[in-house]
């Protein structure tokens, strides 16, 4: 028999003992066929480090079973993903009649076909990666088990190959398995890829603990023996063992705390894994917990209670970091048998105890990411920076007003909370509570908080939003939302802009929109109309770039008005109708039911008592007036006005209650110079809302003034109303 021979007769032992039992004569019957498969097929072929395939997929197998925890199904896939699509081993494939198989090679070939050679096209793959998982969950795994299979083999790969495949694995992949619950793949991960990226600092972490294993050892053995003595007392079935931290997890807590090696207190963990029922887990992991706090003096806030509200990845365990009369510190893990495989072997375990015979649960868990993922195109730098978050992250646990428990990245905050309830409630959520004391949108949750949240039908998603939520759900759903405005407000920009441009006698084109691109710097026509709509690009200024003189840069020698002209005729006949001061013998009256502000687009309206009124092209009687009177309907523009006028106008403002509100909006009355003629405010059940009459000389001031209140912190909405 040659070494391969054995090789492969020893990987296949291996394979069936890690299968989730019972292993059935018919399951080992199909693994040897799935075998024998793959011997035939890969035959004498070798990897391009010069290993022979058979013991490479054989390997990987072995991975999938025993490290990553899947069920034969998958290990056959993993086995058999190195035969292509048509070839003869196929059609053995085919013979097998399990149309799983087939189906997640086919997404193993997809993912093997990604190879990014530099960083952003890394990120782009993952994301196509992920988006795999829409077919079958099976393929992330064997995917994972794969890459871990190919770190371990990082010193044999060319120099050329290492720091890329490195940099992918630590950022990337090490993630993935941390989310997924494979907390020893995530540590081995970053340890070989610290090892080329770090080599200093990994070597230094790395002899230091060599150097205390001894002390560490002893303070163990002393550290346990009580507890062993009082839980063979109780008579409980239990396993002791104890954990060192990864080098990476020691040398990322020295970086995160400041500290030197000497100083990380929890270098090492003892681990108490109960065996015991279902019906017992709870209490039984409890009672350990009183043994070892009764033994030595807990730190009450590093204590993590995941038994009772479980992490979102099936982690259950009691953590209790505790002192011993020498003053040396020690973190306690306490978890069942179960749970501690749940723990070693990530999602795949903790779906098989919930019943389940195929791993197509893990579809359910990622269904969020690829929510996320499907929403909107996410590239390069800007993909990873949005989705490795949500990969490395801890978790806090929070309650809805109904009691129900929400698990959430650890920095989350109330918005975030208010979009993984449902998107509208986080696109309309203006506040909230937390634990009954009113909070801001940006406010982070903390363990155990009550939380509920405010909503009003006026809000929607705001660009700042994107400043402070870290979910990727509340991400790109308020991208979503913000690139749908901006494309309608750039249609509306666009529309003002050839209105303008026709008023003006100017033509409408090419040339015209690449001038105003060159003047003010955008990089699209969309970013211009935009600019136009929400007035930040003034139109005055536009149109005196688009006079210009070539190769000047002062106005060219047209007489320009100095404020806004209408922009096309409205319905009704004769002339114009000049709104000015200089006028004798004309009775107009500026219309109360909308407020007209110099600037407006405006109509008159002849009364039958009250002469001409004057009402912005935006009443909301304005669709009635020339419906059913057009006869009475005046063509009407403004003219220069003494810039002394004030106009009627006034401003609503809502939000949540926030100390020194009222006095920053004063402020800015101040500021602005403005007359007020009256400023009404109520704060009821934590929410903002005021009202503010004042006279403001054209609508310029007006929406700067708008645009200033919106910016007050706790002010969700300023704008303007008509009475």
């Not at 030595?296 to 365990?317: A, C, F, H, L």
């Not at 579809?363 to 690829?370: C, E, L, V």
């Not at 949005?386 to 806090?396: A, C, F, K, M, N």
């Not at 005055?540 to 096309?568: C, I, M, N, Q, W």
Request: aromatic share 8%.
């Amino acid at each position: 028999m040659s070494d391969i021979e054995v090789q492969v007769r020893n990987l296949k032992r291996q394979v069936l003992k890690c299968l989730p039992d019972p292993v059935s004569y018919t399951d080992k019957k199909a693994f040897g066929h799935a075998a024998d498969i793959a011997v035939a097929s890969y035959s004498s072929g070798k990897t391009y480090l010069g290993e022979p395939l058979v013991i490479y997929y054989m390997e990987l197998a072995r991975i999938t079973a025993c490290e990553i925890g899947l069920g034969l199904p998958a290990v056959i896939s993993a086995l058999l993903s190195g035969i292509s699509k048509g070839s003869e081993g196929w059609k053995k494939i085919e013979e097998l009649k399990d149309p799983a198989i087939g189906s997640v090679i086919i997404g193993l070939s997809r993912v093997t076909a990604l190879k990014g050679k530099d960083f952003t096209g890394q990120a782009e793959n993952f994301r196509k990666l992920l988006l795999t998982l829409a077919d079958d969950g099976r393929v992330i795994l064997i995917a994972l088990a794969e890459r871990l299979q190919m770190m371990r083999r990082l010193n044999q790969l060319p120099d050329k190959e290492r720091l890329p495949l490195a940099s992918e694995t630590y950022f990337l992949f090490a993630p993935l398995a941390h989310r997924l619950g494979y907390y020893n793949i995530k540590s081995e991960m970053e340890d070989l890829a610290m090892q080329l990226m770090e080599p200093g600092e990994y070597n230094e972490i790395d002899a230091k603990l060599k150097r205390t294993t001894t002390s560490r050892n002893r303070l163990i053995k002393e550290f346990s023996q009580p507890l062993k003595e009082r839980l063979d007392a109780l008579g409980m079935n239990y396993e002791l063992k104890s954990r060192t931290k990864s080098v990476h997890s020691i040398w990322q807590k020295m970086k995160r705390q400041g500290v030197t090696f000497e100083e990380v207190f929890d270098i090492f963990a003892i681990r108490i894994i109960i065996d015991t029922d279902t019906a017992h887990e709870k209490s039984s992991c409890w009672q350990a917990y009183s043994v070892v706090t009764d033994l030595y003096q807990p730190d009450p806030s590093r204590m993590r209670d995941w038994i009772s509200v479980p992490k979102t990845n099936g982690y259950e365990s009691l953590h209790i970091t505790v002192v011993t009369q020498a003053g040396k510190w020690v973190e306690v893990q306490i978890r069942t048998k179960r749970m501690d495989e749940i723990a070693e072997k990530g999602l795949a375990a903790h779906f098989r105890y919930k019943g389940l015979k195929s791993e197509g649960g893990l579809d359910a868990w990622m269904s969020q990411m690829r929510e996320v993922l499907g929403t909107v195109e996410k590239e390069g730098s800007d993909f990873l920076g949005e989705i490795r978050p949500g990969l490395y992250s801890d978790e806090v646990f929070v309650f809805t007003p109904k009691g129900e428990v929400k698990q959430l990245p650890a920095g989350a905050t109330l918005l975030d909370f208010a979009f993984d309830i449902h998107t509208e409630v986080g696109s309309k959520c203006i506040g909230g509570k937390i634990n009954g004391r009113n909070v801001q949108l940006k406010q982070k949750l903390q363990n155990g908080d009550h939380v509920s949240v405010i909503t009003s039908v006026k809000q929607s998603p705001k660009r700042d939003w994107l400043a402070f939520v870290i979910t990727n759900k509340a991400r790109s759903k308020i991208k979503l939302a913000l690139n749908e405005e901006k494309v309608k407000l750039a249609a509306e920009g666009k529309e003002i802009l050839t209105r303008r441009l026709k008023n003006w006698k100017i033509p409408y084109g090419d040339a015209t929109v690449v001038k105003l691109l060159e003047e003010y710097g955008f990089k699209t026509s969309q970013d211009l109309y935009f600019s136009i709509a929400v007035g930040e690009t003034d139109l005055l200024d536009a149109k005196r770039v688009l006079l210009r003189s070539e190769g000047s840069t002062e106005p060219a020698a047209a007489k320009l008005p100095e404020a806004h002209e209408r922009e096309e005729p409205l319905k009704g006949g004769g002339d114009y109708l000049v709104i000015d001061e200089k006028i004798e013998g004309l009775d107009y009256k500026l219309s109360k039911c909308c407020n007209p502000v110099f600037g407006d687009r405006i109509f008159g309206f002849v009364t039958v008592l009250e002469g001409i009124k004057i009402h912005r092209a935006s009443c909301p009687n304005a669709d009635f007036m020339m419906s059913n009177f057009p006869y009475r309907v005046l063509r009407a523009r403004w003219t220069r006005l003494d810039a002394t006028r004030g106009f009627l106008t006034s401003v609503k403002l809502t939000g949540v209650e926030n100390l020194g509100i009222v006095a920053r909006i004063t402020d800015i009355l101040s500021e602005y110079r403005v007359s007020v003629k009256n400023f009404s405010y109520k704060m009821d059940n934590g929410l903002f809302e005021g009202k503010i009459d004042l006279l403001v000389p054209n609508i310029n001031m007006l929406y700067g003034l708008i645009k200033k209140m919106q910016a007050v912190k706790g002010i969700t909405k300023a704008s303007r109303i008509d009475n």
